[in-house]
């Protein structure tokens, strides 16, 4: 199993902040995952990363970015926060390779006032 | 039609009873096939993961495949208030990214 690390669990900010929620995990994981998820609804993917210096939109369009400069590490930025960014982010983690499973971190729960 | 596909419910079962919960998925080549189970305000935690056509049992859990009807099925048995949460259905595309993509899960309720 990994061990998948996220910081803030909680999050209120003001609208217009630039807010940089952090994934990181010691497994050292190829691919790992950010989902967006509002309460009751569905997991949205919306970036992927497949190894350092690889990222990709997910199916969700996010005015979100990411970077994946270590294999640890996979950090996500809003440049200017807005109400509609407020939802749970959830990360994960997967060993590369088709059949492999991949895990959660516990979340951020971002609240953009 | 989406590409793995739950009914949201809630599914609602007394204590004891056996829940059975159902999965499809459009993708024929799809080979890996996954449970989470997500507590309210929690995040997805994998519970069964099933590869080959038939069952696969762990502890009161029993997941179930056939990939001739893109079906797959959490049973779980002597259902405990516990259980209560969201069961998400979650297939790898069989295409070269090998993403997972998650149903929009179903709730269970186990009532005492």
């Known amino acids: 199993e990994a061990d998948i690390y996220q910081t803030p669990r909680y999050l209120v900010i003001g609208t217009g902040k630039k807010i940089t929620l952090e994934c990181s995990q010691t497994m050292g994981h190829d691919k790992m995952y950010w989902y967006q998820q509002d309460p009751g609804m569905e997991l949205h993917l919306i970036h992927y990363s497949y190894g350092v210096n690889s990222t990709e939109k997910g199916d969700l369009s996010s005015e979100s970015t990411v970077s994946r400069i270590r294999t640890e590490h996979f950090p996500l930025t809003l440049e200017s926060a807005r109400p509609s960014h407020t939802s749970q982010y959830l990360c994960?983690?997967?060993?590369?390779?088709?059949?492999?499973?991949?895990?959660f971190g516990p979340g951020t729960r971002l609240t953009v006032l | 039609q989406k590409e793995v596909e739950q009914n949201s419910g809630p599914l609602s079962v007394p204590e004891g009873a056996i829940a059975s919960l159902n999965c499809t998925y459009s993708?024929?080549?799809?080979?890996?096939f996954f449970w989470y189970r997500q507590y309210s305000g929690k995040s997805p935690e994998l519970i069964m993961f099933i590869y080959s056509n038939g069952d696969k049992e762990d502890g009161r859990f029993t997941a179930q495949l056939n990939k001739a009807s893109q079906y797959v099925s959490l049973l779980i048995r002597d259902s405990q208030p516990s259980d209560s949460a969201t069961y998400l259905c979650a297939v790898v595309s069989s295409g070269n990214t090998g993403k997972l993509i998650f149903g929009q899960g179903t709730t269970l309720q186990v009532k005492p």
């Open positions: 993708d024929r080549g799809s080979q890996s």
């Open positions: 994960a983690s997967q060993i590369a390779g088709q059949a492999s499973k991949q895990f």
